[in-house]
DNA sequence: TCCTCGCATAGATCAACATCGAATTAGCCG
DNA sequence: CGGCTAATTCGATGTTGATCTATGCGAGGA
């Protein structure tokens, strides 16, 4: 199942309620950010100058487990989140910043107040 | 705690990494939003034209018990995305739409693409 | 006053998840 | 080939969470 493409034909929050399946498709891309240790690992990708970051980078800025950081990595992967690649011995993580904007537009509200 | 406040400090994920702090609180949101059902309930407030949603409705469209929707209710309340208001038996749930508009602006993608 | 209705809370249960150590795969180099 | 490093996968464990039934509470009506 591709996320992206539910998370393209859902209309934003304030604009009709969701349905049954784009409610569990958004629901699973919102999971994987309702996790602290993820958004971290997402926000030092995502901010990344280069767009890519090795993993041994990632596992020094937390004081976890190698596996436990694979696995939030997996799980960023598995929503369409970060993709990865393979080059040597290391694996680079770089941002999708496509599901990225869709999940910005879903939340768009419709008052920008930023009181 | 204020969560809005979190939200209003954090800068946008591809801007630059995020602390353990604001991560945490992030993610608070994050993963009030990581359940199909509240994902469902927020987007029946969110859409409705009066702005106001009574229990009642929301219940009648779902087949859950009324407790767990409104252990959901809560969930979403908790986190700063609805306020709620009693006038006499029935209970009003409302979006806050400035947490809604944090939210989004956190995602902002660096390429906009709605391909 | 008592009953009824709308909603919230309490307690219990079962599934999902974050984390770890151990084992496994993948690629480099002597 | 043999050993070394990077990363993922596996199995186990403690915790969190979604859901239910039963109960409590507030407000209006008979």
Redesign the interface.
């Known amino acids: 199942m591709d996320l992206l493409e539910i998370l ?1 034909c859902s209309p934003p ?6 349905d ?1 399946e784009q ?2 498709g ?3 891309v ?11 690992i ?3 990708v ?2 990344r100058a280069g767009g890519e970051v090795c993993v041994c980078d990632i596992t020094g ?1 937390f004081e976890l487990s190698q596996p436990t950081i694979s696995h939030h990595l997996k799980v960023l992967k598995e929503v369409g989140l970060l993709t990865s690649e393979r080059r040597a011995s290391w694996v680079y993580y770089r ?1 999708v ?2 599901t ?16």
Chains 1, 2 share one sequence.
């Open positions: 393209e929050l304030t604009h009709e309620p969701l049954s409610a569990a958004v629901a699973r919102f999971k994987a950010l309702g996790d602290p240790v993820r958004l971290r997402l926000s030092i995502a901010s800025a941002l910043p496509e990225l904007g869709e999940l910005s537009a879903l939340l768009t509200a419709p008052v920008t107040a930023t009181a």
